[in-house]
């Protein structure tokens, strides 16, 4: 029998993964605009509609997910970012200092974590109820999964010569 897949082996590496992959787009997007000849800050404040949040707060959020996320998970308060990023490199060092974060975390900051309860305020719906297993994989990862992936698309629809195998990180 192989052993079970622990919270933390479900949330932390995921986590920097999907960070460094996004990492791994940014940087391609800022490299084609400069092979371009175009200002790569037109990139950061691009979106897939008007109604939708910018490339650069779609990096914002997606390292909010991932640092709240295992915070929530282990019981832990977690650092407060300012959102002041305006620039590729302020976002590189934002994904940068969320990894960091992540990587200080343990197995054993995780234990129980399953059945933690967890209450997030929202704007609009109140307050959301999860015990860790129903806000990691409920809540959390996929959240994650839609800021790096809207972020993906943004690039991607900008002309960014991206594909599946750097988003996946298979390169």
Do not use: C, W
Request: charged residues 25%; proline residues 5%.
């Amino acid at each position: 029998m192989s052993p079970s897949l622990s919270m933390y082996q479900a949330s932390v590496p995921v986590f920097v993964r999907a960070l460094r992959n996004l990492k791994h787009v940014l940087e391609k997007g800022q490299a084609h605009a400069q092979e371009r000849g175009f200002d790569a800050g037109v990139l950061l404040q691009t979106r897939l509609y008007p109604d939708m949040l910018p490339l650069l707060r779609q990096v914002q959020n997606a390292t909010d997910t991932a640092k709240f996320g295992a915070a929530r998970l282990a019981g832990v308060e977690s650092p407060k970012f300012d959102d002041d990023e305006t620039s590729f490199a302020e976002l590189y060092a934002r994904l940068d200092r969320v990894i960091d974060y992540l990587g200080r975390f343990d197995e054993a900051a995780f234990a129980g974590s399953e059945t933690r309860a967890i209450t997030l305020p929202t704007r609009s719906r109140g307050e959301l109820k999860f015990d860790g297993r129903g806000y990691l994989l409920g809540f959390a990862t996929p959240n994650l999964y839609f800021h790096v992936s809207t972020a993906y698309a943004i690039l991607r629809h900008s002309g960014v010569p991206v594909g599946k195998r750097d988003f996946l990180g298979d390169h």
